[in-house]
């Protein structure tokens, strides 16, 4: 869409109307979608009116016993319906640049299409560390490459495969975790599997692996979906944490370089030391001494949860210095989390050659 607004030409107004920040936001909330990977298979609430540090409330009933076999004239037992509910809690998200009116009238680039990509691109980002913050250190099922039974246990030999793909199945049927059903025709159901690049290699040219293009049936494809094997889809995607050595590195904000110890594991996301970026937001995690981990996640249905109470705008904070400079940001209200913890399962295996 074409966006207005901030020209470089003097004779031309460069004040952002209301009209022009509605659009900008809904072209941010459009573009981030591609790559909000986590987000479109999640269960959404939205309630306007919420502040930060409100919490939105999703609904979880209770299971039920079994059926009693009924007689002729007697009446039938009656159980209370119980439910449980998971309160996610909502914050202020945002991101903000400052923007000079030199460099706007100078320009030979439509700065503020420019500047609607990024928003939405840090507003993608932003989402997906906020999955794997609630998702990495919060699930409590692990399965380790061919059922080792811990991380230091884990051989060059446990890398991706359709026989770990098995387990993993096996082992979210066994505890009756619910697939998610197609939108399209509400029967075919699978679970959703998100995994890094390098990770998906070794199943690829596996002759039960289909390709999402080659789908004999229509389906709604999620965003950078890879395929599937068994009863699982991929979706692709580098927003992945991957555990490894961090070698010699300058500390975030600054300071002398630092080398930790051989089985300190840092998380890495999108080649960003995460652990180091923003202290405690994926702690340090130990590992064998040239181990790198890549970690994986399996959903079922209901697994994930957005509560949102004002989604992604562009904000202009005005004018300042003398008219020489602008400041513009994305901002929202809004908490991810997990719906039912055990319907997840996380699966570490060692990088493939």
Same mark, same amino acid.
């Given at each position: ?41 999640? @269960?959404?609430?939205? /309630? ?20 009693? @076999? ?30 000079? /009116? ?43 490459? %061919? ?22 199945? @096996? ?42 293009? %080659? ?100 904000? %202009? ?9 602008? /400041? ?26």
């Amino acid at each position: 869409m074409a966006l207005t607004g901030i020209t470089a030409s003097p004779n031309v107004s460069s004040v952002l109307t209301d009209v022009d920040l509605t659009a900008h936001s809904k072209e941010i909330i459009f573009q981030a979608q591609p790559e909000m990977f986590f987000e479109q298979i999640a @269960e959404t609430r939205t /309630e306007l009116g919420k502040q930060p540090g409100q919490t939105i409330r999703f609904l979880k009933m209770n299971d039920l016993a079994e059926g009693d @076999e009924l007689v002729e004239g007697t009446r039938m037992a009656v159980d209370d319906l119980t439910t449980g509910h998971v309160d996610l809690t909502i914050v202020e998200w945002g991101k903000g640049v400052a923007l000079t /009116e030199y460099l706007l009238r100078t320009s030979a680039y439509d700065l503020l299409s420019g500047l609607v990509k990024l928003f939405a691109d840090n507003y993608a980002r932003t989402s997906n560390l906020a999955f794997c913050r609630r998702i990495f250190q919060s699930v409590p099922s692990v399965l380790y490459g %061919h059922e080792r039974a811990d991380r230091a246990s884990l051989t060059n030999a446990d890398v991706l495969s359709t026989d770990i793909l098995k387990s993993i199945t @096996e082992d979210m049927a066994i505890r009756k975790v619910p697939k998610r059903t197609s939108p399209v025709n509400g029967i075919s159901s699978a679970y959703i599997g998100f995994i890094h690049p390098h990770t998906s290699r070794q199943i690829k040219g596996d002759s039960d692996f289909i390709a999402a293009k %080659h789908y004999g049936a229509p389906e709604d494809l999620f965003f950078n979906e890879l395929g599937a094997y068994d009863d699982i889809r991929f979706v692709q995607t580098t927003a992945i944490p991957i555990i490894k050595h961090p070698g010699t590195y300058v500390p975030f904000g600054g300071g002398a370089p630092v080398t930790p110890a051989a089985t300190v594991g840092h998380v890495f996301i999108d080649n960003v030391n995460m652990t180091d970026r923003k202290p405690l937001m994926f702690p340090a995690q130990t590992i064998v001494a040239g181990q790198v981990i890549y970690q994986s996640v399996f959903v079922g249905d209901r697994g994930l949860a957005v509560a949102e109470a004002l989604q992604a705008e562009m904000r %202009h904070n005005g004018i300042i210095d003398f008219e020489r400079e602008r /400041e513009m940001a994305w901002y929202a209200i809004r908490g991810v989390g997990l719906l039912n913890d055990d319907r997840l399962l996380i699966l570490e295996t060692l990088r493939s050659s």
